[in-house]
Every structure is written in C-alpha cells, then in structure tokens.
Nanobody, 115 residues
Framework: VQIVESGGGLVQPGGALRLSCAASGFTFSSSAMSWYRQAPGKERELVAT????????TYADSAKGRFSISRDNAKNTVYLQMNSLKPEDTAVYYCNALSRWYNHWGQGTQVTVSS
C-alpha cells in the first residue's frame, strides 16, 4: 500500500495550493478518501471527505467555501484545492483511505501560509 501526498509548500496569505494524493495497493474506487491536517501542538483534524463514488462530500467548517476535494478514480488520485489560504491553515496535510477493511495514511505534506 502506498499513499503519497504532494503539492505542499510555502504560500502567502490569500494564495492557493493544490494538493494531490496518489494511491496504490488497494481498491481506490471502493475507498472513502479524506484529507486531514495537523498543526503544531494540535490534534489531527478532518478537512474534507469524499465517498468512494464522489457523490457525497463533507467539509470542516474551516474549509467550507475555500477548499474543494475531488477524486479521479481512473488515476487513483484525490485532490484538495485550497484557495484564500490563511496563516491558520498552516499544517501537515495527510491523505487517508478508509473502508470497512482498512484505514491507510500517507506521510503528509507540509503547507505553510506566511508572508
């Protein structure tokens, strides 16, 4: 099983980033895919979730209206488009794959929002 996040980096407040999560070794199309984040000294929190078919999407209140999760089951990839970034969005962002049989995590990608 491999889950590899990419696309993080340093961005100024108000900027945008697109995170990608490439998955392999399990049935991606049968998995709910989520993005979590963990800021220094804080607990990991859910940012956004997409059901396996992408027909139901939920967002944390902090992400609503600014972030968008999408998935391409043909490419085994899930994305997180983040717009209007704020310093409080600074965190390590993790990709998660969940089904009744497994719960897989990636290693994370750092997002830093700072001027």
């Amino acid at each position: 099983v491999q889950i590899v996040e990419s696309g993080g980096g340093l961005v100024q407040p108000g900027g945008a980033l697109r995170l990608s999560c490439a998955a392999s070794g399990f049935t991606f199309s049968s998995s709910a895919m989520s993005w979590y984040r963990q800021a220094p000294g804080k607990e990991r929190e859910l940012v956004a979730t997409s059901t396996s078919a992408g027909d139901s999407i939920t967002y944390a209140d902090s992400a609503k209206g600014r972030f968008s999760i999408s998935r391409d089951n043909a490419k085994n990839t899930v994305y997180l488009q983040m717009n209007s970034l704020k310093p409080e969005d600074t965190a390590v962002y993790y990709c998660n794959a969940l089904s009744r049989w497994y719960n897989h995590w990636g290693q994370g990608t750092q997002v830093t929002v700072s001027s």
